[in-house]
C-alpha cells in the first residue's frame, strides 16, 4: 500500500516554529517530486514547497525565506522546516507525491495563533 504519513503539526506562536515530516512508502520515493500542500479553512488547497527528485527546491511566494523543503533518501521521507510563522500559515498540510499520478498522504493540522 502507498501511504504518506505527515506529522510534526501543532499550536505555535506567531513568529514560532515548526517541521513537518512525510514518511512515504510503497511506492519508489526516489523518482518522485514530492510537494507539501496546504487548505486553510474555506480556501482552496495551495501548493506551499516542491523537492524535485534531484533536489531543487521551488515555494509559493507568501513563504519564500521562511519555509525550507528538503528530503532525506535514505529515510523516504521529506522534512518542511517553517520558521517566522503567521497567522495566515494555519492550515491543514499534506505531503503529496506527483509524477502522472498523485499519491496523498492524510494531513497534519497546523495552526498560528497567539
Known amino acids: 500500500d502507498v501511504q504518506l504519513q505527515a506529522s510534526g503539526g501543532g499550536l505555535v506562536q506567531p513568529g514560532g516554529s515548526l517541521r513537518l515530516s512525510c514518511v512515504a512508502s510503497g511506492f519508489n520515493f526516489s523518482r518522485y517530486p514530492i510537494s507539501w500542500v496546504r487548505q486553510a479553512p474555506g480556501k482552496e488547497r495551495e501548493l506551499v514547497a516542491t523537492v524535485s527528485i534531484r533536489g531543487n527546491t521551488n515555494y509559493e511566494e507568501s513563504v519564500e525565506g521562511r519555509f525550507t523543503i528538503s528530503r532525506d533518501l535514505a529515510k523516504n521521507t521529506v522534512y518542511l522546516q517553517m520558521n517566522s510563522l503567521k497567522s495566515e500559515d494555519t492550515a491543514v498540510y499534506y505531503c503529496?507525491?506527483?509524477?502522472?499520478?498523485?499519491?496523498w498522504g492524510k494531513g497534519t493540522q497546523v495552526t498560528v495563533s497567539s
Open positions: 503529496m507525491g506527483s509524477r502522472g499520478i498523485q499519491y
